[in-house]
Nanobody, 115 residues
């Protein structure tokens, strides 16, 4: 079992920045990759950024150059640094841990970008 707790969401003006954190606990040794997803009202959940156990990363085209995913292995925490935020980035952001056995999700954190 893996438990995930997100934090760092909030209200920010367009052009501002936020840093989200995803703290993992439990069987963290089994995690192959962690991803940040988001879901806006009326839209499907989409992958924003992901980081694998080997450190490789990937990003959605819509956030490339603005968002950066990173991790602190000592703290079992993955971060999502979000810069140059746009109103269209408004969504609930979820952390996902992928293991061979199962996917695990956090409870989500709201990000609201005002214009």
């Amino acid at each position: 079992q893996v438990q995930l707790v997100e934090s760092g969401g909030g209200l920010v003006q367009a052009g501002g920045s936020l840093r989200l954190s995803c703290a993992a606990s439990g069987s963290t040794f089994s995690i192959n990759a962690i991803g940040w997803y988001r879901q806006a009202p009326g839209k499907q959940r989409e992958l924003v950024a992901g980081i694998s156990s080997d450190g490789s990363t990937k990003y959605a085209d819509s956030v490339k150059g603005r968002f950066t995913i990173s991790r602190d292995n000592a703290k079992n925490t993955v971060y999502l640094q979000m810069n140059s935020l746009k109103p269209e980035d408004t969504a609930v952001y979820y952390c996902n841990a992928f293991t061979i056995a199962a996917d695990y999700w956090g409870q989500g954190t709201q990000v609201t970008v005002s214009s």
